[in-house]
């Protein structure tokens, strides 16, 4: 099925554990077994692991270069201006030296190199990453994965976006729905994903951590002018439900569906078999499938799909 505008819907939450990842794949998973052609996007990248929750492998794996500048002590003046325009502060530079890297501190963003008098700074490319593509029970799969010890996660999240962005540039109709899983937090690579979405999806639960932590993703998804509607997952855990939706309700948040504990949804989990996939077998009566189920109609609604 394609013809139609892609939808991107972001799948993010507050705090890790939550089951993001969870309602990522059985989105995606219920929008490719009515026909859509389905593109998911594994912006976690310091713990990507959708894969696992489809049952796949990672594949052709591409590396992520990351620009760091070298200088050539030959060609160095000791000018010092590198270093004075530096705004990440990643050149310490005393009078007459040659200015040091701190490499942890370079965001990688070239002014040195491109304003160097002298030309003595070199590009010399580290390591960032790798992003992978796969087609698994008839998604396609991106997956970002950061360096392990490599801070700048950002870096992978916008390779990944990089790509979606040439897709939808250079062929516009491959997808109808794209679906994006981020990172835990309200940090910049998930600021990055929220952006590039359509809607966002904050996955939560029926706690005071879980509610603490929708409030801060929301204020972020509010800053980037997103529509938001909320998950709760686990939402039977210690009979909070009712009071917890209530809660959310009279803040004025709005609700897509809710999922409660279910011993289908962690067999599916503990597999690697998304509940929802149509040969998965779990029973179609089953609470976890026909809260799924609940959520899918109610999103289908809330983004038209068709326009
Ligand atoms: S700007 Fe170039 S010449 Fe000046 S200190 Fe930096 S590397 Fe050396
Ligand atoms: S690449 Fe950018 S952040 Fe890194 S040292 Fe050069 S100017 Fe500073």
């Not at 794949?25 to 996007?41: D, H, P, R, S, T």
């Not at 809607?199 to 801060?216: A, C, H, N, Q, Y």
């Not at 809660?247 to 011993?263: K, S």
Request: proline letters at 4%; one cysteine or more; aromatic letters at 6%.
């Amino acid at each position: 099925m394609t013809g139609i505008k892609p939808k991107t819907i972001c799948i993010t939450g507050g705090k890790g554990g939550t089951g993001k990842t969870l309602c990522a794949v059985n989105i995606a998973v219920m929008f490719k077994n009515e026909g859509y052609n389905v593109l998911l996007i594994d912006g976690d990248v310091e713990n990507p692991n959708t894969y696992l929750l489809l049952n796949g492998e990672l594949e052709n794996k591409r590396e992520v270069p990351f620009f760091m500048p070298k200088i050539d002590e030959d060609k160095c003046s000791r000018c010092g201006i590198c270093a004075q325009n530096c705004t990440n502060h990643a050149l310490l530079y005393i009078d007459d030296s040659i200015p040091i890297l701190m490499s942890s501190l370079c965001s990688g963003c070239k002014l040195c190199y491109k304003i160097c008098p002298e030309k003595a700074i070199e590009a010399d490319f580290k390591t960032l990453g790798w992003l992978y593509s796969t087609e698994i029970l008839g998604l396609t799969l991106f997956v970002g994965e950061l360096k392990p010890a490599e801070a700048r996660s950002a870096g992978i999240v916008e390779a990944l976006l990089e790509n979606l962005e040439n897709i939808i540039k250079n062929e516009p109709n491959k997808f109808d729905v794209i679906i994006l899983d981020t990172a835990p937090g309200a940090h910049c690579d998930v600021e990055l994903l929220i952006e590039m979405a359509d809607v966002s999806i904050p996955i939560t639960e029926p706690t005071r951590f879980g509610k603490l932590d929708l409030k801060r993703i929301m204020e972020l998804i509010n800053l980037l002018e997103k529509d938001c509607k909320v998950i709760v997952n686990r939402s039977s855990l210690l009979g909070f439900r009712d009071q917890f939706l209530d809660e959310l309700q009279e803040e004025n948040i709005e609700i897509l569906g809710d999922i409660p504990m279910d011993a289908d949804i962690v067999d599916s989990y503990c597999q690697g078999t998304p509940i929802m996939d149509n040969n998965s077998g779990y029973d179609n009566n089953g609470a976890g499938f026909i809260a799924f189920t609940n959520i899918y109609e109610n999103l289908k609604k809330w983004i038209n799909l068709n326009e």
